[in-house]
Structures are given as C-alpha cells and as structure tokens.
C-alpha cells in the first residue's frame, strides 16, 4: 500500500455563542444543514456515522462530550482524496470571555489537497457559522 504525503491543519475559532450552542450546530442534522445550505446526516453516538454537503464529507464519530469535544475519521470524497485514506477531526469547544473557542486539529489530510481543506474550514464552515448566529441569535 502507497503511503501518502499528509498535513495537519490546525485553526481556532471565537463563536458569540455557548460552547453547547456550537456542539449542536455541527452535531445536529438539522442545525448543520441549515448553517451550511447543504443536508447533513449526523449520528450523535460514537460509533455512529455522519455525512454533510450532499454526501462530499463522510466519517465516523470517535469520541463525543456534549459542548466539549467531537472525534471524528473524516473523508472527503473528491478524486484528489484517496479512496481508503481517513484523517482524523479533533475539536475541543472552550468557554472563552466573549463565547466559545474552537479549536480544530485536522490531521491526515492528503498534503496535494491540505491548503484547499484548510481554506474550505472558514468558508464553508467557520465564516457560515458566523453569519448563521448573527441572524439567529436574539439580542
């Protein structure tokens, strides 16, 4: 088996939102494809299975705590990733003084395509979050 060239990706993020409020916007079905216009299919047991964007990202939750951690393989299914490569997801959700604080550690991912990956992170997940509590949350 061809070994591939991989990078991790590390990003953080400040949401104005409760480290819970967070977990559920990436773990609830319905909260993930509303922020993302996109359907979302999410176990919310370990073991369980997810897919999100039609289908584009697949996986398996490892490890999950409630406003605290999600553990994920994570594949994307495009032609620059391999059919039978996993990387690994790791968020850890923290109360900070204005929210939460993301952090993500993305490890694994193929190297060819890790800078579109990283880019794909804010615009289709951190940048939609934003904007999905700004227009959600009552002030």
């Known amino acids: 088996m061809k070994q591939i ?5 590390r990003q953080s993020v400040t949401f104005k939102a ?3 409020e967070i977990y559920e916007m990436l ?4 909260k993930h494809s509303k922020f993302t216009g996109a359907k979302a299919k999410i176990s919310s047991k370990e073991g369980g299975s997810f897919s ?10 490892l490890e999950l705590k409630v406003g605290k951690k999600i553990v994920q393989v994570w594949q994307c299914v495009e032609p620059e990733w391999p ?19 993301l952090s ?3 490890a694994g ?6 800078k579109d990956i990283s880019d794909g992170w ?13 227009e959600n949350t009552e002030k």
């Open 5 to 9: 060239k991989t990078k991790t990706i």
């Open 18 to 20: 409760t480290p819970t």
């Open 27 to 30: 773990m609830d079905s319905k």
């Open 52 to 61: 999100a964007y039609e289908g584009g990202l697949v996986g398996k939750n």
């Open 83 to 101: 059919k039978t490569h996993f990387s690994k997801l790791t968020i850890s959700l923290t109360k900070s003084k204005t929210g939460t604080k």
């Open 104 to 106: 993500m550690i993305h």
């Open 109 to 114: 991912v193929p190297s060819s395509i890790a």
């Open 122 to 134: 804010k615009t289709y997940y951190w940048e939609p979050m934003k904007v999905y509590l700004e």
